[in-house]
C-alpha cells in the first residue's frame, strides 16, 4: 500500500495559535486539497496524524472536531479526494500521552490499524514534534515551510539528517509523483 500520512494544521489547513476551534475556521492551505487529490489519483492512500489539545483545554468537543474533519472531507471530496483514516490525539501537552507527537503512538496506531511498515512512509509535518514522532516510528520526515514550519527551520538546530523540505504540500506532491 503507497501511504502518505500528513499533519492536520498547518500542512493541510491554515493553523491558528488560538486553536482551529469550528469548522468556519478550518480553511484550507491554497493547493492543499487539490496536492491530496492528485496524490489519490496516483494511487496513494492518505492518513491524518493530529494533536488536538484544543479539546483538553475545553476549546473544542469531540463532536466539534468531526465537524471540522467533515468540512475538510467533503472539501476534499469536491475535487475528487479523500483522506482514508484520521487518528487524533485530544491530550494536552502535560498528560503524558503516548499517542500525542512527538511520542509515535499515532503514527504506531496507524502502522497497526493499516497494516503497513512505515519505513520510507512519508510523515508530512511543520514541526519539531512532527519529524520527531516519525523518526521515532521508522517513518521518513518530511517538512513543510507552511503552517510552523518557516519558523520551525529557523529555532531549531537539531533536525533529522536528510528531511526534505518544501515550501508547501504541493510542492512535496509535485517531487513525489515527478
Not at 492518505?46 to 479539546?55: E, F, H, M, R, Y
Not at 510523515?123 to 519558523?151: L, N
Not at 528531511?163 to 509523483?177: G, I, K
Amino acid at each position: 500500500m503507497k501511504l502518505v500520512i500528513l499533519d492536520r494544521d498547518g500542512v493541510i489547513n491554515a493553523d491558528s495559535d488560538a486553536f482551529i476551534k469550528s469548522a468556519d475556521e478550518w480553511e484550507p492551505i491554497p493547493g492543499s486539497l487539490e496536492a491530496i487529490a492528485l496524490l489519490n489519483q496516483s494511487g496513494y492512500h492518505i492518513a491524518v496524524a493530529t494533536n488536538q489539545s484544543g479539546i483538553a483545554r475545553g476549546l473544542l468537543s469531540v463532536e466539534t472536531l468531526h465537524e471540522i474533519h467533515q468540512k475538510m472531507t467533503y472539501s476534499l471530496a469536491q475535487l475528487g479526494g479523500r483522506i482514508d483514516a484520521v487518528f487524533f490525539c485530544p491530550h494536552g501537552p502535560d498528560e503524558g500521552c503516548p499517542c500525542r507527537k512527538p511520542s509515535p503512538g499515532m503514527l504506531l496506531q496507524i502502522s497497526d490499524r493499516l497494516g503497513v511498515d512505515l519505513r520510507g512512509v512519508p510523515f508530512v509535518g511543520d514541526s519539531i514534534s512532527d519529524t520527531q514522532a516519525a523518526t521515532q516510528a521508522g517513518a521518513s520526515p518530511v517538512m513543510v515551510r507552511t503552517g510552523k514550519g518557516a519558523r520551525t527551520l529557523k529555532d531549531h538546530d537539531s533536525l533529522p539528517d536528510g528531511l526534505r523540505v518544501f515550501d508547501d504540500l504541493a510542492a512535496f506532491v509535485d517531487d513525489t509523483l515527478s
